[in-house]
């Protein structure tokens, strides 16, 4: 036998041998094996099988056919080799590309089935209630969760899935330490407190109303469970449970970190904080808040508002345009300080108005004052077209500023609850982030400006451009936001909306006079200036 004819046997013999193994692992035709197997021990070629005993690629190919889809490929392969002179190299090689593409379509099937599954285990809408007192040297955590936000544990169930209380208390602790323990973060004075004890989980019908006071929920959850007899679902229930955290005093300062968003799609939590000296504090917030101050001391608060300010002004894209569209045509020092100072002064006013609850609290007044801000942003742009100059545009930025304000005391009034005793500090607080956000940006403005009219485009032009640019994205803002308006009833006249009335039209005409005294003082000092440049 030459060189090449030997080669070419060893070939054969390895393609047999995988294209042998292949046929054993789909459990077909032994027979056939059989002799395929018999040329490992042969240098004859492949169409030469046993003395007398031909390879019957038609009867192969038969057998195939009744396979998978993946079967049903190999047979077409065996008759497209049998019809090229029997080489088995070409049909190895499409075994493999077979074998390959099927263990990744398993394996894209298998990701799809497991993401899907996913999906539809998370619970939509989560509603969590939370007590949390301290009592000596220990601090009680009581909560109530759905069951079905427990994700991913197995409670023991019988029938078509009715809950098996007698054996769900292993359970229901499991949920507990991974679900409740592994996700409420716990502080005093600084340091983290150790993981806490289960003292009692037990399982409560959605209709129990034992969580609308602190007695009433312990002496339930420490009560006798539900009676087994019971046909309840266990996707519809609720866990109940006390963890008790050990403490170095129960007048210590507490925080909490509830990280609860995970929970489900929407999660709200209502939590009562019951400290010794009385006077229950009540939190509702929604996914997760980050840390809760429960008693914050005023710098804490303080801190807390500080950032919460300067992210809202970074994160409000109506506000940022607002102020883009106040330094495109004023650049200069002088101008510029008198514009944001005036804004400034203003959105402080509607701030401290809505947080002492000065403004109506009724559906249609938030998306009034969001078209509203569509409406300043459009008409800032127009006017930077037009043209302005510093003593109308410090006067319209003021009132403005009031519009603007109350759209930041939004976010504001919900976040007032994290302020403690400490109202007038937060509200401080929140007033300088905002600032400190104002001012990073016009630093970053004014000199990109400057850059943009000194090499690009000539001032006037690019004030029109920017500011046509600014007036087509309010404009559409302002459909969309009058639109989710006039979704809303209108007031009717009653003698509490014209109490309203009278007093919004007092503050406005205080306003006015305040503005006019400060525009006749504007207007001497500038006189004042002008007259002592002309010497």
């Known amino acids: 036998m030459t060189h090449t004819q030997g080669s070419d046997a060893r070939c054969q013999r390895h393609t047999v041998e995988e294209f042998a193994a292949s046929l054993e692992r789909n459990h077909e035709s032994t027979h056939v094996v059989r002799q395929l197997l018999a040329i490992r021990e042969s240098s004859r070629p492949a169409t030469e099988v046993t003395r007398g005993t031909p390879l019957d690629f038609s009867k192969v190919c038969a057998q195939q056919s009744r396979l998978s889809v993946q079967k049903e490929s190999v047979g077409v392969a065996c008759r497209r080799a049998a019809c090229s002179g029997g080489s088995l190299v070409r049909l190895g090689e499409g075994l ?5 593409a099927a263990g990744g379509m398993a394996m894209f099937l298998g990701f799809l089935f497991a993401v899907s599954a996913t999906a539809h285990d998370i ?28 994700q991913d544990t197995d409670f023991p169930t019988r029938g078509p899935g009715y809950l098996d209380v007698s054996r769900a208390d292993e359970a229901l602790r499991n949920a507990a330490k991974i679900w409740l323990i592994g996700n409420f973060d716990l502080y005093e004075n600084g340091p983290r407190l150790a993981p806490p004890k289960i003292v009692h989980a037990r399982v409560s019908l959605p209709s129990d109303r034992s969580f609308t006071s602190y007695e009433q929920a312990r002496s339930h959850v420490a009560g006798p469970p539900l009676s087994d007899d019971l046909d309840l679902y266990w996707n519809q229930q609720m866990l109940d449970v006390l963890l008790q955290y050990q403490i170095g005093s129960d007048r210590s300062a507490f925080a909490i970190h509830p990280r609860v968003d995970r929970f489900g799609q929407k999660v709200s939590t209502a939590l009562r904080f019951l400290p010794p000296e009385g006077g229950a504090r009540a939190f509702e917030f ?7 101050y429960l008693d914050p001391r005023w710098y804490q608060a303080a801190l807390n508002f500080t950032a919460s300010g300067f992210l809202h002004i970074l994160g409000g894209i109506d506000h940022l345009l607002f102020l883009f569209c106040l330094v495109i045509p004023f650049r200069q020092l002088k101008p510029l300080a008198i514009i944001v100072t005036s804004f400034t002064v203003a959105h402080s006013i509607s701030l401290i108005a809505s947080a002492f609850n000065f403004v109506p609290d009724a559906l249609w007044f938030p998306p009034l004052i ?14 930077n077209i037009i043209g302005s100059n510093t003593q109308r545009r410090w006067i319209v930025t003021f009132a403005f500023g009031i519009v603007h304000g109350f ?11 994290f302020a403690g005793d400490h109202l007038l500090t937060s509200l401080l607080a929140f007033n300088l982030g905002i600032e400190i956000g104002q001012l990073m940006l016009l630093v970053m403005l004014v000199p990109a400006l400057g850059l943009l009219f000194r090499h690009a485009l000539p001032e006037r032009l690019g004030i029109i451009i920017l500011s046509a640019l600014v007036a087509h994205t309010g404009w559409h803002w302002m459909v969309e936001r009058g639109e989710q308006l006039m979704q809303f009833p209108f007031p009717s006249l009653d003698a509490a909306f014209l109490a309203g009335a009278m007093r919004g039209l007092m503050a406005v005409l205080i306003l006015a006079a305040g503005v006019s005294v400060a525009n006749g003082v504007m207007r001497r000092w500038l006189h004042g200036e002008k007259s002592f440049a002309g010497r």
């Not at 493999?96 to 390959?100: D, F, Q, V």
Request: charge should be neutral; proline fraction near 6%.
């Open 370 to 383: 969001e078209t509203l801000i569509a409406v300043t942003i459009v008409y800032m742009a127009l006017e």
């Open 123 to 150: 619970p939509a809408d989560v509603r969590i209630n939370a007590f949390l007192r301290p009592t000596g040297q220990a601090l009680e955590l009581l909560i109530r969760v759905p069951l079905l936000a427990m």
């Open 286 to 292: 929604h996914g997760d808040p980050g840390l809760v």
């Open 96 to 100: 493999t590309i077979l074998r390959k």
């Open 407 to 417: 759209g930041f005391s939004f976010l504001l009034r919900e976040s007032l609850q």
